[in-house]
Every structure is written in C-alpha cells, then in structure tokens.
C-alpha cells in the first residue's frame, strides 16, 4: 500500500531540476541546449564546468535514493518519475519531459541493492567496448547521449537480476515499472534527436 503523503514527496523532491538551477549560475538555459534535456549530463555540456556535473548527478542520485531508502522501492520510482515528469521543469520551460533520469535511477538502485549498479556498469563496458562497432565512448555520448545503449543497460541488468535472485517482491515489480517507464523515454528523446539531425523523418 502507497502512502499518499510520502509519494506526494517522493515526487515533489524528484521534480527539483538540479542541473538546471546549477547552469543557471553559469547563465546557461539547458532548456534550450543539447537535447534540452535538464539533467546533469547536458549541463556539462552546456557549462563545460565538470562539477557542474559531478554536483547535479550526485543530487539527482539522492532524489530516488532517500525515498527509497527510507519508504521503500516504490517511492524512489515515483522519485525518479518525479525527475522524468518534474512538475516544476514543466512550470519552467512548458515541457512534459525534463529528464532521463539516468542518474536517479542509479540512485535508486543503491537503495535497492547495491550490487545493481557494479552489473549495469559491466554491461555499459560491455555494450560500448564490444558489441558497439567503433567502441568509443565519449564520440558515442556527445552523438545520441546514450540513449541506445542505456535501454540496453537497463533491461539486462533487471533481467540478470531476477534471474540471480537479487529482485524480488515488490522491489522486482517497482524496477519493472521504472524501465518501462525510462526506456519508453529514451525512445522518445532519441526520436528528438534524429528529426533534429535529419537522420531520420516521421510524418
């Protein structure tokens, strides 16, 4: 049973847009840079300032983490939403979509269990080093902000998971709720980023 008053705050506080008001101290509206994503990654990029991004993951990270690890899985999901669909990121820029949400996912995960993040960041290595044609990694960020690779992290990761026993329960089912939930995300900034390039058209 979902408290209401701890999911309204597990939503409130994965709704704040850290990196947003962190590159605003620098004068940079991420709103419209990049992929006018407003999480940690863009600000960098925006910025070019690496605690920028160091400060708006690690805070990112903490929005799903406290949730999660004080109320339980499903607030730090909601969490993560909340930085997905930030209800401020909508106030400030008309945007339902205001973040990937990589970092808060992280977050959650630690909450969760710990040993989540050392297999995702197996598979990442994996996935970029091996099964990706030219391997580099940075080129490969700077052109799709790893929006592929990240649906792929994500769904072998729960699927190891649930296969070694470390999801069960309700942490299983929240986690099935969030990659859904993300990888459909990725899709659609990855759509942004083709009609934008031209790599692909949809009528």
Do not use: Q
């Not at 990112?60 to 939403?81: E, H, Q, R, S, T």
């Not at 990706?132 to 998971?161: H, K, N, Q, S």
């Not at 390039?197 to 009528?203: A, D, V, Y």
Request: aromatic letters at 18%; glycine letters at 10%.
């Amino acid at each position: 049973m979902i408290d209401t008053t701890y999911a309204l705050l597990s939503y409130l506080f994965g709704s704040i847009p850290f990196a947003y008001i962190l590159a605003r101290l620098y004068g940079k509206d991420i709103a419209n840079f990049g992929d006018r994503n407003l999480g940690a990654t863009n600000a960098y990029y925006a910025t070019g300032r690496l605690w920028v991004w160091v400060a708006a993951a690690v805070l990112d990270a903490l929005k799903a983490f406290v949730p999660a690890y004080f109320w339980g899985p499903w607030y730090g999901v909601i969490a993560v939403f909340g930085h997905i669909f930030s209800i401020f990121g909508f106030l400030l820029v008309r945007r339902l979509v205001s973040g990937a949400g990589t970092a808060s996912t992280i977050g959650l995960a630690l909450a969760v269990e710990p040993r989540l993040v050392p297999i995702a960041f197996g598979i990442f290595v994996a996935y970029y080093l091996v099964l990706r044609p030219g391997g580099g990694i940075m080129d490969f960020f700077a052109v799709e902000r790893g929006y592929t690779g990240g649906m792929v992290m994500l769904w072998a990761t729960y699927a190891l998971a649930c296969r070694f026993g470390l999801l069960v329960g309700d942490a299983a089912d929240a986690l099935l709720a969030l990659v859904v939930v993300v990888s459909f995300i990725y899709a659609y900034r990855l759509r942004y980023l083709y009609v934008k390039w031209g790599i692909l058209r949809f009528r």
